[in-house]
């Protein structure tokens, strides 16, 4: 296959390209609580495959309806599902059992990386730095709770452990705000992560096959990158590259991100989300092994500031698939 290079600022990019037209079967929608935003990735990269020359049908699947990977002639599958069932790397499974090459990480690394906690204690070991964190489960004693807390001082971010595109994340600067908060992750899904809230600018990298595209500043529009800051096209949230950081922290948080998609085993595309501290040392917050794909989207931006359009980037990434 051929290949496209692509360099700006020191990124350099190897980006192959598909040699043939494809019969490509993209899957979206499916039952998570980011079923909406995976519509939009998932027409989106049905478009851009579409310029690209490729044949393409595009699937709302379910656990209940996967007769979209019973497909005859398809030649590989782009998943486009992002949270649960597709990002947590059922979807994954079910196309090895099939025999279907697919876009994106493996059923392991999926897994690892929708799961917060065990994606931070992964990371931890394999030495990257990420702020401090508990998991409370509904099983918990409140004696156990309390304790725990107060290893954890406020403010703190409550999230859920597997949950995506900041639904459901709080910072709250009060006991009763965390107990509200903890209340309801509870409730909604029997865990909540409680993380230290570490004030900081905020940057994104994204990984493309295993090369690092150029560091991003998210400056959202509001305390933090939220779900209105991420959708909401009313919102005046800027993508910054021309962020002023030294080129050493540039290399370190690029060398970050890469072994965090590297240590979790990931493969074709991900994005890894930091925190900057006042010491200029990225912390990193969590990976993303299915990034989104929309006119939002962060990923895409980052390419493009290489020269890497959209229709080239999902080739790119069907091509590498196409590879194993």
């Known amino acids: 296959m051929d290949e496209i290079v692509a360099a700006k600022d020191g990124v350099v990019i190897e980006l192959p390209k598909t040699a043939r037209t494809l019969d490509i079967t993209v899957l979206m929608g499916g039952p998570s609580s980011e079923r909406d935003i995976s519509l939009l990735s998932g027409a989106a990269i049905a478009a851009g495959l579409e310029s690209a020359g490729h044949h393409v049908t595009?699937?709302?699947?379910?656990?209940?309806?996967?007769?979209?990977?019973?497909?005859?002639?398809?030649?590989?599958?782009?998943?486009?599902?992002?949270?649960?069932?597709?990002?947590?790397?059922?979807?994954?499974?079910?196309?090895?059992?099939?025999?279907?090459?697919?876009?994106?990480?493996?059923?392991?690394?999926?897994?690892?990386?929708?799961?917060?906690?065990?994606?931070?204690?992964?990371?931890?070991?394999?030495?990257?730095?990420?702020?401090?964190?508990?998991?409370?489960?509904e099983y918990h004693s409140s004696?156990?709770?309390?304790?725990?807390?107060?290893?954890?001082?406020?403010?703190?971010?409550?999230?859920?452990?597997?949950?995506?595109?900041?639904?459901?994340?709080?910072?709250?600067t009060s006991a009763e705000q965390r107990a509200e908060a903890m209340e309801y992750l509870l409730d909604k899904y029997s865990r909540a992560m409680?993380?230290?809230?570490?004030?900081?600018?905020?940057?994104?990298?994204?990984?493309?096959?295993?090369?690092?595209?150029?560091?991003?500043?998210?400056?959202?529009?509001?305390?933090?990158?939220?779900?209105?800051?991420?959708?909401?096209?009313e919102a005046s949230t800027a993508y910054v590259f021309a962020h002023g950081l030294d080129e050493k922290t540039v290399a370190r948080m690029q060398d970050d991100a890469v072994n965090a998609h590297r240590i979790l085993g990931c493969r074709d595309v991900s994005r890894v989300d930091f925190i900057l501290d006042s010491d200029n040392t990225p912390n990193v917050l969590e990976i993303n092994t299915i990034p989104g794909f929309t006119s939002h989207s962060l990923v895409p931006k980052a390419a493009a500031a290489v020269g890497i359009s959209f229709e080239q980037l999902v080739d790119g990434i069907v091509a590498m698939a196409m590879n194993r």
């Open 194 to 233: 409680l993380e230290h809230y570490m004030p900081g600018r905020e940057f994104t990298v994204g990984i493309i096959g295993n090369s690092p595209l150029p560091v991003m500043e998210i400056v959202p529009d509001g305390e933090f990158y939220d779900y209105r800051a991420k959708y909401d096209d």
């Open 58 to 137: 595009r699937a709302d699947i379910s656990p209940q309806d996967t007769t979209a990977l019973d497909r005859e002639g398809a030649d590989v599958v782009f998943i486009a599902l992002h949270g649960d069932f597709g990002e947590s790397g059922e979807v994954q499974a079910l196309c090895e059992d099939r025999g279907l090459r697919y876009t994106g990480s493996n059923e392991r690394a999926s897994h690892l990386g929708m799961d917060k906690a065990a994606t931070k204690q992964i990371l931890k070991r394999g030495g990257l730095i990420t702020p401090d964190w508990m998991i409370v489960e």
């Open 143 to 172: 004696s156990q709770i309390a304790a725990w807390l107060e290893e954890l001082p406020l403010p703190v971010v409550l999230k859920p452990v597997d949950g995506g595109s900041s639904v459901d994340v709080k910072i709250v």
